[in-house]
């Protein structure tokens, strides 16, 4: 299988991890660890249920890696995530070594992978990691439109 056909299955599991997010009335993004193939860490947005401002996606899927690995340091691995990290999620990606980010929709508003800034491609920076977005964008796009759509209905007529 090609990387870029392993990246659309991957990041149909990051979809899966933003639907459970929606699911629990949170931002639905959704994100999983890749280590050869196969998923090794999984975390979905929970900052609200949680009371926990670092309870994002990317966050929560590299504390679950760590505790799968035994290790904060997540060599070899890949991070599919179905929003462009914010800041806070990719300086939490260098610190544990990253290898490669995938990452569906832009965030034009706090998205540090190009939209806002271009934080991996600082040269200062003592690690780096490789970056593909616009995987399975759409799709990721549409399930933000929709939940903030529906947030939008239900407070209109509360």
């Given at each position: 299988m090609k990387n870029h056909d392993k990246d659309i299955v991957w990041m149909h599991a990051a979809l899966e991890?933003?639907?459970?997010?929606?699911q629990s009335g949170e931002v639905p993004v959704g994100a999983v660890?890749?280590?050869?193939?196969?998923?090794?860490?999984r975390g979905y947005n929970c900052p609200i249920s949680t009371n926990d401002p670092t309870a994002h996606a990317e966050v929560m899927a590299l504390r679950n890696t760590g505790n799968t690995l035994k290790n904060y340091r997540l060599?070899?691995?890949?991070?599919?995530?179905?929003?462009?990290?914010?800041?806070?999620?990719?300086?939490?990606?260098?610190?544990?070594?990253?290898e490669r980010l995938v990452f569906a929709a832009s965030d034009p508003k706090t998205g540090v992978?190009?939209?806002?800034?271009?934080?991996p491609a600082c040269s200062q920076?003592?690690?780096?990691?490789?970056?593909?977005?616009?995987?399975?964008?759409?799709?990721?796009?549409?399930?933000?439109?929709?939940?903030?759509?529906?947030?939008r209905q239900a407070n209109r007529f509360a």
């Open positions: 991890q933003a639907s459970l997010a929606q660890i890749v280590q050869n193939d196969i998923i090794i860490g060599t070899g691995c890949t991070l599919y995530v179905t929003l462009e990290p914010c800041l806070m999620c990719i300086g939490a990606m260098f610190h544990a070594r990253i992978c190009g939209s806002v800034m271009d934080i920076l003592n690690h780096h990691l490789q970056v593909q977005g616009g995987v399975l964008a759409e799709e990721a796009s549409q399930q933000l439109r929709q939940f903030f759509m529906q947030r």
